[in-house]
């Protein structure tokens, strides 16, 4: 996954959301610092008004269409 990429968020009941991915986010640290942890992305989703971001785990994300 890369900046602008097309994404779809894939959690029961928001399957239908569609969003760019703006960056990457800093991860803040989960309950265990020992374990990897699957990077967090800034997401625009398209049904939220401009300018409004929200950040989402990598694995609740699947690509529909790549950047170049």
């Known amino acids: 996954m890369k900046v602008g990429d097309l994404v779809r968020l894939d ?3 928001e399957s239908h ?4 991915v703006l960056r ?4 803040i640290g989960g309950l265990f610092d020992d374990e990897e942890e699957e990077p967090e992305w800034v997401i625009h989703w398209l049904h939220h008004p401009v300018g409004e971001e929200s950040f989402e ?3 609740y994300l699947e690509v529909i ?3 170049r």
């Open 65 to 67: 269409s790549e950047s």
């Open 11 to 13: 959690r029961v009941g």
């Open 17 to 20: 959301w569609r969003g760019l």
């Open 57 to 59: 785990y990598g694995y």
């Open 24 to 27: 990457q986010g800093e991860l």
